[in-house]
């Protein structure tokens, strides 16, 4: 029906539907008696009056008394949060798709032609703005570029950069001419970069000034043909901005998108976190990746003013970017992250909208700047990426009680989030409920049985949306997705009795010392309750008595101090066992992996090297 009727609908009807979608994807969550988006799509075909169909067609939210949660029939709230439980499996309701169509670059094409004067981005250093008709404009003559360059399905494009204005434009780019967008973090090493371009052995690559070079060297060795593009300037290779005025503007002007005539083409090629080994090739296609853009977390809105600093190297980041365009919010585009600064932005533009990782929570929480800015604009926070304390998220919670703030747990290899909380959450440290389309069973790891409320086992997920498996990596994928469909997430997690799902850890970090079973992240939970420590995490130190003993890698806040004893005494209120056997060390930062996460697999190899001495 979208691809069909797209075509008759005139801008302001395309301009509702998308708003019609945002909230519709909040209360789907919650909600099983809701209008369908699909009803709502014959509202704007067959409503002469706009205004009207969206005073119809609003959503009223169904209250459940807290008060009552404990008699309540749990059939009847599963019904009003979206989800049903059979044979131990939570499955979220599959209400239709947002998007009926692959053919995702003429969606984006069609909405940024559709508003040429909507400013869609604002630079916050230089106030400097981009509307849609220079969007247009840019990734037209990129994606003209590209195709006389020969790339085409399932070619490779890939982008390595950090949030920069122009980062934008090859990716849609790439989404006109139907090959595959592949987002590379900006500061890579040689190392990496050579195993990264040997995986995905990409025709074109854009790339900051400060990779080039070692790009250019990772394809050399590898004897990989690759086109290396600047954003900026080098003197060795050719930048973008040469490339987009090699264009006439007659080409732009006729220019067509290519069709995705193949669903299962590949749209998107992501690389897995790294915190446990080298990085993989996460594969969505066109199908998979156009019906997920829409149906990410809780959506922003028209009028929203967005905010968010993870790197365009997150799947996060690319819904995002793609969402703000379909759904025609702005975006305050800012490259690093600081906290005061984050304040000062959301006092100036007015923000209603900010994405930030739980790290940076614990960070807000040490400044305490919100103290001193007036941020009330701020109507919404999401927040994700790692598993959060719960007294850490009541005191970010307590620091902006005007604004709703909303975590969930996903994974790229499902193609985004699996659930998300919602305001009748019971838990602030709760993942959520599980959203439409996903189903979740927690798995007993001895006997494979699916495991009942409150009973903790490895996390399964299941999604038609999910991900076609590891690039060039069968034997990755075989080990991820078992013979019927489930992805095993490698966490440990459980839900309650009215389905709210929880993250207890990450299987793989389970330490034992001597007969114990030690979970890093209750440690690291009693280490960041401590004013001085900003960034923890704990590893096993190797003994040869005692198997593994539980040490902590430490980042202090800014101007503060606290002593090895202090931790150690700190970590035993949970137990002798529990203490930090292995002591603790100090360091200025705690290293990340490109995805922003503590990269753990570091950190264990300088453990092991301290064990040697």
């Given at each position: 029906?979208?691809?069909?009727?797209?075509?008759?609908?005139?801008?302001?009807?395309?301009?509702?539907?998308?708003?019609?979608?945002?909230?519709?994807?909040?209360?789907?969550?919650?909600?099983?008696?809701?209008?369908?988006?699909?009803?709502?799509?014959?509202?704007?075909?067959?409503?002469?009056?706009?205004?009207?169909?969206?005073?119809?067609?609003?959503?009223?939210?169904?209250?459940?008394?807290?008060?009552?949660?404990?008699?309540?029939?749990?059939?009847?709230?599963?019904?009003?949060?979206?989800?049903?439980?059979?044979?131990?499996?939570?499955?979220?309701?599959?209400?239709?798709?947002?998007?009926?169509?692959?053919?995702?670059g003429q969606v984006i094409l069609d909405v940024l032609s559709s508003n040429p004067h909507h400013v869609s981005q604002i630079e916050s250093e230089t106030g400097k703005q981009t509307t849609f008709a220079e969007m247009r404009d840019s990734s037209i003559r990129c994606a003209l570029w590209?195709?006389?360059?020969?790339?085409?399905?399932?070619?490779?494009?890939?982008?390595?950069?950090?949030?920069?204005?122009?980062?934008?434009?090859?990716?849609?780019?790439?989404?006109?001419?139907?090959?595959?967008?592949?987002?590379?973090?900006?500061?890579?090493?040689?190392?990496?970069?050579?195993?990264?371009?040997?995986?995905?052995?990409?025709?074109?690559?854009?790339?900051?000034?400060?990779?080039?070079?070692?790009?250019?060297?990772?394809?050399?060795?590898?004897?990989?043909?690759?086109?290396?593009?600047?954003?900026?300037?080098?003197?060795?290779?050719?930048?973008?901005?040469?490339?987009?005025?090699?264009?006439?503007?007659?080409?732009?002007?006729?220019?067509?998108?290519?069709?995705?005539?193949?669903?299962?083409?590949?749209?998107?090629?992501?690389?897995?976190?790294?915190?446990?080994?080298?990085?993989?090739?996460?594969?969505?296609?066109?199908?998979?990746?156009?019906?997920?853009?829409?149906?990410?977390?809780?959506?922003?809105?028209?009028?929203?003013?967005?905010?968010?600093?993870?790197?365009?190297?997150?799947?996060?980041?690319?819904?995002?970017?793609?969402?703000?365009?379909?759904?025609?919010?702005?975006?305050?585009?800012?490259?690093?992250?600081?906290?005061?600064?984050?304040?000062?932005?959301?006092?100036?533009?007015?923000?209603?909208?900010?994405?930030?990782?739980?790290?940076?929570?614990?960070?807000?929480?040490?400044?305490?700047?919100?103290?001193?800015?007036?941020?009330?604009?701020?109507?919404?926070?999401?927040?994700?990426?790692?598993?959060?304390?719960?007294?850490?998220?009541?005191?970010?919670?307590?620091?902006?009680?005007?604004?709703?703030?909303?975590?969930?747990?996903?994974?790229?290899?499902?193609?985004?989030?699996?659930?998300?909380?919602?305001?009748?959450?019971?838990?602030?440290?709760?993942?959520?409920?599980?959203?439409?389309?996903?189903?979740?069973?927690?798995?007993?790891?001895?006997?494979?049985?699916?495991?009942?409320?409150?009973?903790?086992?490895?996390?399964?997920?299941?999604?038609?949306?999910?991900?076609?498996?590891?690039?060039?990596?069968p034997e990755a994928t075989k080990e991820t997705i078992d013979e019927d469909g489930w992805i095993h997430s490698g966490d440990k997690a459980y839900y309650d009795e009215d389905g709210e799902v929880f993250i207890v850890e990450r299987l793989k970090q389970v330490m034992k010392f001597r007969?114990?079973?030690?979970?890093?992240?209750?440690?690291?939970?009693?280490?960041?309750?401590?004013?001085?420590?900003?960034?923890?995490?704990?590893?096993?130190?190797?003994?040869?008595?005692?198997?593994?003993?539980?040490?902590?890698?430490?980042?202090?806040?800014?101007?503060?101090?606290?002593?090895?004893?202090?931790?150690?005494?700190?970590?035993?209120?949970?137990?002798?066992?529990?203490?930090?056997?292995?002591?603790?060390?100090?360091?200025?930062?705690?290293?990340?992996?490109?995805?922003?996460?503590?990269?753990?697999?570091?950190?264990?190899?300088?453990?092991?090297?301290?064990?040697?001495?």
């Amino acid at each position: 029906m979208y691809e069909k009727s797209a075509v008759l609908l005139d801008n302001e009807k395309i301009q509702y539907l998308f708003q019609v979608i945002c909230r519709d994807f909040y209360y789907s969550c919650m909600h099983s008696n809701e209008r369908t988006i699909l009803d709502r799509f014959n509202d704007v075909q067959t409503s002469t009056d706009t205004t009207e169909a969206a005073n119809r067609s609003t959503p009223v939210p169904v209250k459940i008394n807290k008060k009552k949660l404990q008699t309540m029939d749990h059939e009847n709230i599963y019904k009003r949060v979206g989800f049903t439980i059979e044979d131990n499996i939570v499955k979220g309701y599959p209400k239709p798709y947002c998007m009926k169509t692959h053919n995702l670059g003429q969606v984006i094409l069609d909405v940024l032609s559709s508003n040429p004067h909507h400013v869609s981005q604002i630079e916050s250093e230089t106030g400097k703005q981009t509307t849609f008709a220079e969007m247009r404009d840019s990734s037209i003559r990129c994606a003209l570029w590209l195709q006389k360059q020969g790339i085409s399905s399932n070619d490779v494009v890939s982008i390595c950069t950090d949030n920069q204005p122009d980062a934008y434009i090859p990716e849609l780019a790439t989404f006109y001419v139907g090959a595959a967008h592949n987002p590379w973090h900006h500061d890579v090493a040689l190392k990496s970069a050579r195993h990264l371009i040997q995986l995905v052995r990409p025709k074109v690559m854009f790339t900051c000034e400060n990779a080039a070079d070692t790009l250019a060297e990772a394809a050399e060795l590898e004897g990989i043909d690759t086109k290396i593009v600047v954003f900026g300037k080098h003197s060795s290779f050719e930048s973008l901005s040469d490339v987009m005025k090699q264009q006439q503007t007659e080409e732009v002007e006729n220019f067509r998108v290519k069709a995705v005539e193949n669903p299962d083409d590949v749209a998107l090629i992501v690389f897995s976190s790294g915190s446990s080994g080298l990085p993989k090739g996460i594969v969505h296609s066109y199908n998979t990746f156009s019906k997920n853009i829409l149906r990410f977390a809780r959506l922003p809105e028209k009028s929203d003013v967005m905010l968010w600093y993870t790197s365009p190297y997150w799947l996060t980041a690319v819904y995002f970017t793609l969402q703000l365009y379909l759904l025609q919010s702005t975006r305050i585009l800012h490259a690093k992250f600081d906290p005061e600064e984050t304040c000062r932005l959301i006092e100036k533009y007015k923000i209603t909208w900010m994405f930030i990782t739980t790290d940076m929570i614990n960070v807000f929480n040490k400044s305490e700047v919100f103290k001193k800015h007036k941020v009330e604009s701020l109507k919404l926070i999401q927040t994700g990426g790692s598993k959060i304390n719960r007294e850490v998220f009541e005191e970010f919670q307590n620091s902006i009680p005007h604004t709703l703030i909303l975590q969930g747990y996903g994974m790229c290899e499902l193609g985004g989030t699996a659930t998300m909380q919602t305001e009748k959450r019971k838990r602030v440290d709760s993942g959520g409920f599980v959203i439409e389309h996903v189903q979740v069973k927690m798995v007993d790891l001895t006997t494979g049985e699916a495991l009942g409320p409150n009973q903790s086992g490895e996390l399964y997920c299941k999604s038609p949306t999910m991900m076609l498996g590891y690039y060039r990596n069968p034997e990755a994928t075989k080990e991820t997705i078992d013979e019927d469909g489930w992805i095993h997430s490698g966490d440990k997690a459980y839900y309650d009795e009215d389905g709210e799902v929880f993250i207890v850890e990450r299987l793989k970090q389970v330490m034992k010392f001597r007969a114990y079973h030690i979970s890093p992240s209750e440690i690291e939970a009693v280490l960041l309750s401590h004013p001085a420590v900003m960034e923890v995490a704990v590893v096993p130190l190797p003994h040869e008595l005692d198997g593994e003993r539980p040490m902590a890698f430490v980042a202090k806040a800014p101007g503060s101090e606290v002593t090895e004893d202090e931790l150690i005494e700190l970590s035993a209120t949970l137990g002798e066992y529990k203490k930090l056997w292995g002591g603790v060390k100090f360091l200025e930062e705690l290293p990340h992996t490109p995805s922003g996460k503590i990269a753990k697999v570091e950190l264990i190899e300088m453990a092991k090297a301290l064990a040697k001495k």
